[in-house]
Structures are given as C-alpha cells and as structure tokens.
C-alpha cells in the first residue's frame, strides 16, 4: 500500500468529509481522532491509506468519487452557509453526498460549477500550475477595440501588481451598446475575469461559465447531473 502523507486538514478533504476550508474547523473542535488520539492540529502530517482517521467515533474512507456539474443561476452564492440569508448554491444540489464547491462563482456570475467528495479531483482543477482553462463568456459596455483585447494576451494589472493574462481571447458579438466576449484563463483570482475587463475601462454587464477545460456545460439553468466515469477521467488526466 503506498503511503499518502498529507495534513489532517487535507486529508479530511482527500477522504470526502468536508472541505479543506472547513476541516480545520472540525478539528480544533476535538471531534477527529487519528489512531485512536484527539488531534487538534489541523498541520498534523497523516498517512490517508495507514492512518485510522476519525470523526465522531466513525472511520473516514475514501468514497467512489462523485462529481456534480451545476448550472448555476445569478443571485447564488458559492458558500454553505450565509450570514446575510442569500441563496447559497447547495440548495440547488442532492443533500446527503458531502461535496464541497470546486473554486468559486460570485454570486452575478452564472454557469459552470462542479462539486466533488474528492480532494484530488478540486486540486486538478484549481491548482494554477495545472493550467486547466475555464471559459467565460462576458458582455461588456460599449465597443472594444483590438488594441485593448491584445492587452489581456500580455496582461493587465487587476490590483496591487497582479498581473494576469488570457490564454485565449475574441470577440463573439457586438451590439449597439455592448460587446460579447468570450475568454479562456487558467488562474481563479476573486472577481479575476471582471476586474481584467475594469483594467482595460469596461464594465461587465453579465458573466456566463461554460467550460471547465473540455467539459462543456450542458444542463438547463438551476439544474445538475453527475458526471460519468469517463468525465471524471477526463478532468484527472
């Protein structure tokens, strides 16, 4: 059996319990237990395939991986919970699994996003040197000039010397008052895609999700399905 050694709050996630956010949480409370000894300490190096890890007195396991594709609507946002009662986006996904959000969609941004039970699966995803692109689809005020397109190629400031680029940038539509674009990153910065575009002078009117890498959403909006075997194989590779 290979050794797998991670922290405890990690592998709480690894195992499906809960999210690497709220493992630690878990934790300081005293109900997780590893070989039989109350830890604490969320850093504690563990081995997930040796280790007996517990929580409230029941042996985590890995599950079979499950992964849940929403479409999510405007007006949701990407927490379990909220201290201002605004919609959160596990209401419009099957109790009972424990999958936590794969990044994030702010709550006026609609489309794509996945859920798992499984750790590896969120940091294929997430982690920026894996370079798995997601696309979006953004309206914007006004005309767009080539010129200011090509800046997302070089990259533009989003704040305190952030530098992000697109890998991939064009123009969809243009309207009278507004523009479509369509744009890949890779990189998942809070508000990443709407603060490129107030770099470059533009307000972003909507923000739609449609592929992470290349899964493509493909469910009604409010909707979700579980992904196939094949799928899940396809984001691990």
């Known amino acids: 059996m290979k050794a797998e050694n991670v922290s405890l709050s990690r592998a709480l996630s690894k ?3 809960c999210s690497r956010a709220r493992s630690a949480f878990h934790i300081k409370s005293g109900k997780v237990r590893v070989n039989g000894k109350a830890i604490t300490d969320p850093s504690l190096m563990v081995d997930i395939e040796r280790d007996s890890i517990t929580v409230d007195e029941v042996r ?12 999510k609507p405007k007006g949701y946002v990407t927490t379990s919970s909220d201290e201002l009662s605004r919609k959160t986006v596990y209401e419009l996904i ?15 941004t609609s489309g794509l996003l996945l859920f798992t039970n499984d750790g590896n699966i969120q ?4 982690s920026p040197e894996r370079k798995v692109s997601k696309t979006y689809l ?24 952030t530098i992000v680029k697109a890998d991939e940038c064009r123009v969809v ?17 809070n508000r990443q ?7 470059i002078g533009k307000r972003v009117i909507s923000l739609h999700r449609s592929a992470i890498g290349a899964l493509e959403l493909d469910v009604p909006e409010g909707t979700w399905r579980k992904l196939s075997d094949n799928e899940i194989e396809m984001i691990l590779r």
């Open 15 to 17: 195992l499906g319990y």
């Open 60 to 71: 985590l396991a890995r599950p079979k991986t499950v992964v849940v594709m929403l479409n």
């Open 94 to 108: 099957p109790d009972g699994l424990h999958l936590f959000a794969v990044g994030r969609l702010d709550m006026d």
């Open 123 to 126: 940091d294929r995803i997430t």
């Open 138 to 161: 953004a309206t914007v005020s006004g005309k767009v000039a080539a010129d200011k397109l090509e800046k997302f190629h070089k990259g533009v400031d989003i704040g305190t010397g």
């Open 173 to 189: 539509s243009t309207g009278i008052s507004s523009t479509s674009i369509e744009l890949k990153i890779h990189e998942g910065k």
């Open 193 to 199: 895609v709407r603060r490129m575009f107030e770099a």
